[in-house]
């Protein structure tokens, strides 16, 4: 994958770990294998699959006042298996935070870059669109919750990233990531531009969608 240089990536932001605060609206889908993308993935990385289809999480971000950082982020996942074990990869990303591009970019080899967000946010319920510094748009989503779980979820993950922009091809950073959240189930609508970034993605529906309520977030160190 070839990132595009972004205006801001230069910019100052804090040393991990990062803490966070957040909402996060979750979807999971189920795609054919062959339909993934993997031009971000190092040569000894491999799709996790079941019967040649692959997971991909798409996650929409609203990080808020009270952490390291406030701002807004679009992401799609995928789990991959590297020397026998399991991560998730992070091969699509877009916040609108400069300090965020950059200190994910040069800490965690994360190929975040700056996009434009509107919407309504605040609570649960969620409709939301972002856009590329281009103008081209990359997804839009709308949320309504449906059931409201009990109790606080804990959720851990460990990133497996690969260099890219002209660093060596041979570097790789590994990132811990810890995290509860309150959850709530519910029903998620994404469109998304068949042209645009995530047209991997476009005419299809989620399996499951949720909402990650009053999550704290520690991310890398």
């Given amino acids: 994958m070839t990132v595009s240089p972004n205006e801001g990536a230069d910019a100052a932001y804090p040393p991990a770990p990062w803490r966070l605060l957040a909402t996060v609206w979750v979807s999971l889908w189920q ?3 062959t339909l993934v993308p993997t031009d971000a993935l190092g040569s000894e990385a491999r799709l996790q699959t079941f019967q040649d289809r692959t997971l991909v999480a798409t996650a929409f971000a609203d990080y808020r006042s009270g952490g390291d950082l406030v701002y807004r982020e679009i992401l ?3 789990r991959v298996r590297v020397d026998g074990r399991t991560y998730t990869h992070v091969p699509r990303i877009w916040v609108d935070l400069p300090a965020s591009v950059a200190g994910a970019r040069e800490m965690w080899l994360i190929p975040k870059e700056l996009a434009r967000f509107s919407g309504t946010f605040g609570g649960v319920a969620l409709s939301a669109a972002a856009d590329t510094l281009e103008g081209c748009r990359i997804a839009e989503i709308a949320f309504q919750p449906t059931i409201a779980l009990p109790g606080r ?3 851990r993950t460990e990133l497996a ?13 590994l990132t811990k990531v810890r995290a509860s959240a309150r959850v709530s189930l519910g029903t998620a609508a994404w469109t998304i531009a068949p042209d645009g970034p995530l047209g991997f993605l476009a005419g299809r529906s989620p399996s499951a969608s949720v909402c990650l309520r009053d999550v704290t977030l520690t991310f890398g160190g």
């Fill in 31 to 33: 795609l054919p294998r």
């Fill in 76 to 78: 799609a996942a995928v």
């Fill in 153 to 155: 979820w804990p959720v």
């Fill in 161 to 173: 990233q690969w260099a890219f922009a002209g660093t060596a091809s041979s570097k790789r950073a």
